[in-house]
């Protein structure tokens, strides 16, 4: 193996050093050397703020140069003094302008203005959207836009009624109009009843003029029978021959003794075969308390004084709560709701003993609160 060596004296050593040294020095000069540029300031676009034309801007200026700004088209200045002309400074920046530009106004069609929510004007840019109730046809058109030059784009749209032509009547029967008529078409929303030839029943009873501007169509006319009616709970029918019946043909409902009828008292037979809605029997209420004072039918009684003890359906009745508090009673009322009487909840049910040697101390006895002295928990007071 081979080596090579390379050996210096002190006195070599000392001069590469130095030489090293110089080379460095040398080296760092030329890194140094006035080789920089120096930056020149520029601006960039002036700040503009809404409605200043902005097309004639350019990106980057020289220190020195001026820009005049102006309103765009539909913007007017605030005001006449105003500052147009900015110039770049030598610091990249503008000098101040302090104009601001509004933008110029349309008025509302004065038809349209209880709808502006109590604007006559509105601003360059502004939509308006026109739609029209069902059952009306608009001419004209259905967007205006506030232009630069303070008018509407479009007048507003007028929007008229939509007409049917008369309607056929069934085969084997009629039409039966609301309103008397008066030439060849109907409006909108005008309503007609269909009747057929006894005993046959239309398919459909109505028919109209809808918003599309057709009519319905006419019903077929068809035999149509319901069958037997039935009897309902806690009443009877109060005269009917047990058969099935015609179209249109009605029997009526009555109830119990106590029982209250709710709903219509007489049903028919309806094209569809079937009978309409039956009435229901309500059943009256037993008071459910064995002591205590109550209010009913503007009486003021012991309940052991209730005969028979009923309330009817729909009836109400008081009873009498005690404020702790204070040390006084109130009346707080409830209602008979088909065999169902709810006590209210701060009703307490004096005891045997206190019912029977100390009744004057009962709630119902007591001096009555006044109106703002109730219990906060109570919420159906009676007055």
Known sequence: MLALFWVLDVKDFTSFNRMARIVALFLLCQILS??????????????????????AIKRVYEVGETVTLTCGQGYNPSTSHATQRVTCTGTGEWTQSNLACSPKMCPIPRPLQPLAMGKTEAPFKTVLNYTCDSGYVMQGANESRCLHDGTWSSPPPMCKAVYCPLPKPPKDGRIVHEKTLTGNTVMYGQ??????????????????????GTSTEPPVCRDVSCPIPGRIANGFITFAVMRQHSYKEKVKYACNEHYILHGEAEVKCQNSGTWSTKPVCRAPCAVGIKRGRIFYNGRKLWIADLKPNRVLHGEPVVFYCLNKTERCGYPVASICNDGTLPLPECFEEPGRMEYTLRPKTLPSEITMCAANSTSPADTTRST
Request: glycine letters at 6%; one cysteine or more.
């Open 34 to 55: 006035p080789t920089t540029v120096t930056s020149k300031k520029v601006c960039g676009r002036p700040p503009v703020t809404d409605g200043i034309e902005e097309s």
């Open 191 to 212: 309503k007609w009843t269909y009747e057929c030839n006894p005993p046959k029943a239309p398919s459909h009873e109505e028919g109209s003029c809808m918003a599309d």
